[in-house]
Structures are given as C-alpha cells and as structure tokens.
C-alpha cells in the first residue's frame, strides 16, 4: 500500500510518555472503579450531580468534556483541514462505516442478544445510532492519529446527528422493526435537544480550541505554541478525562452494581461492537489505501459513540430509572476500557503501513 507524500514521514525522536499517558489504563480503571464506589456507598451524590443539569445536559459532565478536550482541540492545525475535507476516500469511508454499518450492526447485535428484553435491546440501538463526537478525540490522539482529520470527522457527525438523529431512531426502532414482524418501539427525540448536546459537547471546546491557536500563533508564533504552550496544557485532556469517568460512573453507580447480571449482558454486545467496528474499520481504510494516522482516525470515529448523548436522549424519553438508561450507562462502561486496550492494538498495527507517519513515544502532554 502507497501513501500520499502528505501523509508520509520519516519516524522521528519526540519525548517519551509521561507517567500520566504510560499508565492511562490504570488511571482510567481506578476512576471507573471511584466512580462506581461512589454512587454505590453515597447514594445521595448521584441525585446530587443530577441536580446540577441544564436540561438533559449534566453540567459536571460538559465541564469534564470541555477540560478533556480542548487541549487537544487547540492541537489541531486548522489551516491543515483543508487537505483533510477534499480527501474522498475519507470523507466517505467515514460517512458509510458511522451512518450505515455502525447503526445497522449495533441493531443486529441488540436483537441478537438481547431478543428478550426490550428496555435494554432499545437502550443498545439508541447507543448505536448516537455517533462519536467526544472522547474519540483523546483515543484519536493517544494513538497518534491525524488530528485535524478527527477534528473534520467529529463535526460531520455532529452536522450528521443534528439532522440524523431522530430519523434512524424511527427507523431501527419502529419501521425495520415493523418490516421484519418484530416488537417495535417509538422513540420521540427533539432535534434541538440533540442540537444543545452537539453545541454544549463538540460546539464550546472547539471554538476555544480554534480561538486559542489562532491567537497563540499570533502572539507568539506557531514553534513556541506547540512547543511551549500545548505541553503545559496538555495534562489536562487526560485530567478531563477521568473527572468525567468518575461523575458518569458515581451517577450510575448504584444502578450497575444492583443488577451485575443484567449488566454483564448488556455488556457482550457491545464488547463485540466495539472490537469489531474498530477492527473493520482499521482494516477497509488500510485496503482503501489511508496511511496509519488517517486511518485511525477513521476507525476509532467509527467505533466510538456519543454516550452522553445516548444517556441524556434515554432519560429523557423512558426516565432515568429505565433498562433503557442503564443500557446506556454500561455502554461507557465498556466502550472506555476497550478503546483504551484498542489504543496499544492500534499503534501496534502501524507495521502494517507502509512509512507510518506515527511514533509510539509521542506524548498527548
């Protein structure tokens, strides 16, 4: 496989990980595990972060987000998208594999696994037709993929979502149902409740994102802003990170660990779509001729999903006590641990990439 002159460089010394990115794994196991703890023994502080909402939107999730991801977001060269943007190949691998593949299999899968139980089938299916718009950024960049065509694909899908949204729900939950002479159930979803989630999630961080690179290269030029000031704001994607992991679990907590059983089945199918989405999609955007970066971006877009979106669409439709919100929940859950082992998977394919613009010593801090 041949790569574009763009897309290809000689691998290069850069620093090695720090601590914080070495041991990501253990971080992110020890803040799902606070979490959990927390809304297990403290039961009032999961009613307590729900208070603290606007909407359907929890205010303490969006203020992790909005840490986790603008430092990576002020990486990106937005002068570079461009190239990214006129790339077919991308653009429509990416399109195909978020809006039809992932959607479909997600459904396959729900109906396959769980036929019997129709709260948490409609929660899986609901997780599935919510596309990544968030931390697909971080796994994107722990990974070394190409940030800007992250960033281009992340707000297709937010354009995707505003519009898309509630349509597939009809259809994967009422018409195909319907069609294939299964239970079918309706699913009434505002488009501006899912416009205030793509503004609030993706919208905030990047437009401080964009603000701050152009204002950082004017004042000081594009070497000392990625030298100097991106490493000093760099741990704070990963600090995001795991103060959203532990709010979202301390908010579920109680609700996981009272029904392990019906978690664990929940669990299977979505364990089988993320590995396989990632898996599938890394390997079409190699047979389509991606280099390593752009392929990575593609696969973990498409693997990922919008999980604050899924949860806060749940609550919002069947309520918070509902299988449909726990489907919800358990899918970060899952999707958390298995992106990040899909991370060390994902850098250990770049032999297969011919010139891999990539280097597994490059560091998100």
């Given at each position: ?51 603290v909402s606007v909407g359907s939107i929890s205010l303490p ?305």
């Amino acid at each position: 496989m041949t790569n574009n002159s763009a897309d290809t460089a000689t691998i290069s010394s850069v620093p090695r990980m720090s601590t914080l990115d070495k041991y990501l794994a253990v971080w992110i196991g020890l803040a799902m595990l606070v979490g959990l703890l927390l809304g297990r023994w403290v039961p009032s502080i999961a009613s307590a972060l729900d208070a603290v909402s606007v909407g359907s939107i929890s205010l303490p999730i969006a203020i992790g987000l909005l840490v986790m991801m603008y430092p990576v977001l002020a990486k990106v060269r937005y002068d570079e998208v461009g190239h990214v943007a006129r790339d077919t190949r991308t653009m429509v691998l990416s399109l195909v594999l978020n809006w039809i593949v992932g959607p479909a299999f997600m459904f396959t899968l729900a109906w396959l696994f769980l036929p019997d139980l129709p709260e948490y089938r409609t929660g899986l299916i609901i997780v599935g037709l919510a596309r990544c718009i968030a931390m697909v950024i971080i796994w994107n960049d722990l990974a070394c993929g190409d940030r800007e065509a992250a960033a281009v694909l992340i707000a297709i899908n937010s354009v995707f979502q505003v519009f898309a949204f509630a349509l597939l729900g009809w259809f994967y939950l009422d018409l195909l149902p319907g069609w294939l002479g299964l239970s079918s159930t309706g699913l009434e979803v505002s488009p501006w409740q899912i416009a205030g989630s793509v503004l609030v999630f993706l919208g905030i961080p990047l437009a401080a994102g964009f603000a701050t690179r152009k204002v950082g290269e004017a004042r000081w030029g594009r070497e000392r802003y990625e030298n100097q000031f991106l490493p000093r704001i760099g741990p704070w994607a990963l600090y995001g990170l795991l103060f959203t992991v532990v709010v979202l679990f301390a908010l579920q907590g109680g609700a996981i660990t009272n029904r392990p059983l019906d978690v664990a089945r929940i669990a299977v199918p979505l364990m089988i779509y993320f590995v396989v989405m990632w898996g599938g999609s890394m390997f079409l955007a190699h047979r389509v001729g991606l280099g390593y970066e752009r392929a990575t971006s593609v696969a973990f877009t498409a693997a990922g999903n919008n999980f604050e979106l899924a949860i806060a669409v749940a609550i919002a439709v069947f309520g918070i006590a509902s299988g449909q919100a726990l489907a919800g929940v358990v899918g970060p859950l899952i999707e958390v641990p298995i992106l990040v082992g899909l991370v060390y998977v994902s850098l250990w394919t770049r032999r297969f990439f011919r010139n891999p613009t990539v280097t597994v010593t490059r560091s998100t801090t």
